[in-house]
C-alpha cells in the first residue's frame, strides 16, 4: 500500500489549495478514504472522510470551507480547501480505513 500526497504549500488567509493522494497496492474503490491534519503541538485530527460510495463527512472546524471528493478511475482522493485560516496550519494526511498513512504534506497559511 502507497499513499502520496501533494499540493500543499504556504498561502495566505483567505486563499484556497487542493490537495491530492495518489493511492496504489490496494482496491482503492472499496475503501474508506479519509483527511487528517497534525499542528504542532496538538494531537492528529480528523478533517473529512468519504466512503466508496461517496458519503461524506467533515469536521465542525472546515465544514462549508473544505470539500473532500474520489476519482476512482485515477485511485486519487481530493481535498478541495477554501477560505483557509492560519488555524488550518498543518501537515496534512491521507489514510485509508485499514489504517495506512501517506507521508503528509504541509499546509502553512499566514495571516
Known amino acids: 500500500v502507497q499513499l502520496v500526497e501533494s499540493g500543499g504549500g504556504l498561502v495566505q488567509a483567505g486563499d484556497s489549495l487542493r490537495l491530492s493522494c495518489a493511492a496504489s497496492?490496494?482496491?482503492?474503490?472499496?475503501?474508506?478514504m479519509g483527511w487528517y491534519r497534525q499542528a504542532p503541538g496538538k494531537q492528529r485530527e480528523l478533517v473529512a472522510t468519504?466512503?466508496?460510495?461517496?458519503?461524506?463527512d467533515y469536521a465542525d472546524s472546515v465544514k462549508g470551507r473544505f470539500t473532500i471528493s474520489r476519482d476512482n478511475a485515477k485511485n486519487t482522493v481530493h481535498l478541495q480547501m477554501n477560505n483557509l485560516k492560519p488555524e488550518d496550519t498543518a501537515v496534512y494526511y491521507c489514510?485509508?480505513?485499514?489504517?495506512?498513512w501517506g507521508q503528509g504534506t504541509q499546509v502553512t497559511v499566514s495571516s
Open positions: 468519504i466512503t466508496s460510495t461517496g458519503n461524506t
Open positions: 489514510r485509508t480505513n485499514s489504517d495506512y
Open positions: 497496492g490496494f482496491i482503492f474503490r472499496f475503501m474508506t
